[in-house]
């Protein structure tokens, strides 16, 4: 079954366009509701947590409407990152959770992503059929039968605590200074509190959301105002946050800035020294740089490779029995621990890093030098296939064979956002530039 709701992570988009609109929302939650209580012996719910859009508040609530129609009791957990919504399907023993976010997109957009009830998100072929589900019409519950909804306030507490739980026993954080940039999202409350719970002295960015201001000039894909803040505070580390806080960027005490590639290397090499890498591999996408490729061959260590989206990335660790992978973007999936990408966490295990070590931020944020890459992104029309052209698919293979031996290129859609995304990488940095460059062009002129 084809799938056009659903994109590489669940469902988004501008909110009050389709598909994202309250009416197309309260039909995916009678679907989904139908999808997943099939046995009526027994009571059935869902948990629902969201980011800080403005928009949210609709969507939960279209949410709730489709999911009750259908017999659900729903659990309405507030703002909360989106990996405590995959801890805590599991934790409240729910058939299903909802995450209303569109991650690191801007504050007009929004999104919907769904996890099953062992907190992992849904396949595609679980999508598909729910997607049909929709297209068919689901009959709702009978009146005695509709479901409740209800508040839990403690959702976050709950997740602090599983955090904690994740640290060597009585590690602290006292004596180190964390810039925390929580882009105004999900995690503005719960990453400042944890950290300073954990005795670091916290230096808060981005925790004063009015459902406008998520990830405008802040957060993981803005991190200059939070390396600015590492360097005038003196700071032992930064951590920059998305609007979901599932992804994660580090800078280090000199407002040098490392991205997931780098926190995956460290992460593998201590992990493989103390024995904990199952498989000898690491998990990221098509995007890691070559860099991090051949600093694991160096140790031993392979790295496995998935399309892009870490839910992509922890289907390959399932099925190869892998414990560690993620995305260069700042996605760390440990599944020893919890079951999608959570940017605290790994931020944590760094910072674990840093205390047993003794050393600072930069001697552990460069694990290996990148080779040069270079990522450049192409806005299309929607209802267009600029890929799909003559003119581009030649400019490929021209790209393809003038980089050879030398480089790699990746070029594709988003699966979020109208974008073409043209990535190349090789040793001579001149022609990398020229391959991006004429590729650009070309997308740009069909």
């Not at 039968?145 to 599983?162: L, Q, S, V």
């Not at 890691?288 to 992509?312: C, I, M, P, W």
């Not at 400019?395 to 070029?411: F, P």
């Amino acid at each position: 079954m084809t799938r056009k709701l659903f994109g590489t992570d669940g469902i988004r988009g501008q909110a009050n366009t389709a598909p994202m609109t309250a009416d197309i929302a309260l039909r995916i939650g009678a679907a989904a509701g139908r999808y997943f209580r099939r046995d009526d012996s027994r009571a059935h719910r869902v948990v629902i947590g969201k980011d800080t859009r403005l928009s949210g508040y609709m969507f939960e609530n279209a949410l709730t409407a489709g999911l009750t129609s259908t017999g659900m009791n729903v659990l309405l957990l507030g703002p909360v990152p989106t990996p405590a919504v995959g801890l805590l399907t599991v934790s409240m023993r729910a058939d299903l959770g909802v995450m209303i976010s569109a991650s690191h997109n801007p504050a007009a957009d929004n999104g919907i992503k769904f996890f099953g009830p062992d907190g992992f998100k849904l396949s595609d072929e679980a999508e598909a059929e729910i997607e049909a589900l929709v297209a068919r019409g689901v009959e709702p519950a009978q009146a005695r039968n509709i479901g409740r909804a209800k508040r839990i306030d403690e959702g976050r507490f709950r997740y602090m605590e599983r955090l904690k739980s994740t640290l060597p026993t009585g590690i602290r954080l006292d004596g180190i200074k964390v810039v925390v940039d929580c882009a105004n999202g999900a995690a503005y409350r719960t990453a400042p509190d944890l950290l300073w719970e954990l005795g670091a002295d916290v230096v808060p960015l981005g925790t004063t959301p009015d459902g406008f201001n998520i990830n405008e000039k802040c957060g993981s894909t803005k991190p200059e105002a939070a390396a600015a803040a590492v360097v005038a505070h003196g700071a032992d580390l930064g951590v920059c946050l998305d609007g979901d806080a599932d992804r994660v960027i580090l800078i280090d005490e000199n407002g040098h800035i490392a991205d997931g590639d780098q926190v995956m290397a460290l992460l593998a090499a201590r992990w493989s020294e103390e024995g904990r890498l199952s498989g000898g591999a690491l998990v990221a996408t098509v995007m890691s740089n070559l860099g991090l490729e051949h600093f694991l061959r160096a140790r031993g260590l392979r790295l496995e490779r998935t399309k892009v989206g870490d839910r992509y990335v922890v289907e390959r660790m399932r099925a190869g029995g892998f414990n560690l992978g993620g995305e260069q973007s700042g996605h760390i999936v440990m599944t020893d621990y919890a079951t999608t990408g959570d940017g605290l966490m790994a931020a944590l295990q760094f910072i674990v890093a840093m205390v047993k070590s003794g050393k600072p931020a930069s001697a552990l944020a460069r694990q290996f030098d990148r080779v040069p890459q270079k990522l450049q992104n192409v806005r299309y029309a929607a209802g267009t296939d600029p890929l799909s052209t003559d003119s581009v698919r030649a400019a490929i293979k021209s790209a393809e064979a003038r980089l050879a031996k030398n480089g790699r290129l990746v070029i594709r859609k988003s699966g979020t956002e109208p974008l073409i995304r043209v990535m190349a990488e090789c040793d001579d940095e001149r022609l990398m530039e020229d391959v991006v460059a004429t590729l650009c062009a070309a997308v740009e002129a069909a």
